[in-house]
């Protein structure tokens, strides 16, 4: 791909997020093009229907988690990685179940599905790291954290007149998983 053929690309996906999230997965793609700066026709060249745009969106999403994963996978405090791995999962909650919700039950994507190995691994490794350092309790498992982290953004979701529920939440199941030294 050309490089201004990319970077139009890149910026209809940033675009189409910030919209998304704003507005919902049936946001206007016009409204999309125009403050992506290119015409209509373009973003149907990169993205000829709306779910591959949800896709692009969502597969940014998790390449960002994974991204932000091995950065963490060095990280001198295992626990406090954790911890900031399981606030991206959470903060990109919103994110994932408008997609899911817009590409629907019956017709998963291959984006949708391709992306829960990978990201799980992500978390093992981390959730490894801190038990491995005593700071995190052995019998939790990736699989409890990330379905504690669906069920605060659920729940979260559900309460948006309480803007610091989702933060409460994590706090209380961030603790539960802690180990203190000496404790």
Same mark, same amino acid.
């Given at each position: ?7 139009? &690309?890149?910026?209809l996906?940033a ?8 507005h ?9 093009? &125009? ?6 026709? *373009?973003?149907? /060249? ?13 597969q940014g999403?998790v390449d ?8 963490l996978? $060095?990280?001198?405090?295992?626990? @406090?990685?954790? #911890?900031?791995?399981?606030?991206? #999962? ?8 408008a997609?899911?919700a817009? $590409?629907g039950?019956d /017709? +998963?994507? @291959? *984006?949708l599905?391709?992306?829960r190995a +990978?990201?799980?691994?992500?978390g093992k $490794?981390l959730l ?5 350092a005593? *700071?995190a309790?052995?019998?939790a *498992? #990736? ?8 069920a605060i953004g659920? $729940? ?5 007149e309480? +803007?610091?529920?989702a ?5 209380? #199941?961030v603790e ?5 030294p000496?404790?």
């Amino acid at each position: 791909m050309r490089a201004d053929a990319r970077r139009n &690309r890149d910026r209809l996906v940033a675009e189409a997020r910030a919209a998304f999230l704003a507005h919902g997965t049936g946001a206007s793609l016009e409204e999309v093009a &125009r403050r992506a700066g290119v015409g209509i026709g *373009t973003l149907y /060249r990169h993205f000829p229907c709306r779910e591959d745009l949800l896709d692009a969106v969502f597969q940014g999403e998790v390449d960002a988690l994974l991204t932000l994963g091995r950065e963490l996978g $060095t990280a001198d405090d295992p626990f @406090a990685a954790l #911890v900031t791995w399981l606030r991206a #999962v959470l903060e990109r909650h919103r994110a994932w179940q408008a997609i899911a919700a817009a $590409t629907g039950e019956d /017709r +998963p994507h @291959a *984006t949708l599905a391709a992306s829960r190995a +990978p990201v799980e691994r992500a978390g093992k $490794t981390l959730l490894g790291r801190a038990q491995r350092a005593g *700071t995190a309790r052995r019998a939790a *498992t #990736v699989d409890d954290l990330m379905r504690l982290a669906g069920a605060i953004g659920r $729940t979260a979701d559900e309460s948006p007149e309480d +803007p610091d529920l989702a933060d409460r939440l994590l706090h209380l #199941v961030v603790e539960g998983l802690r180990i203190r030294p000496g404790a």
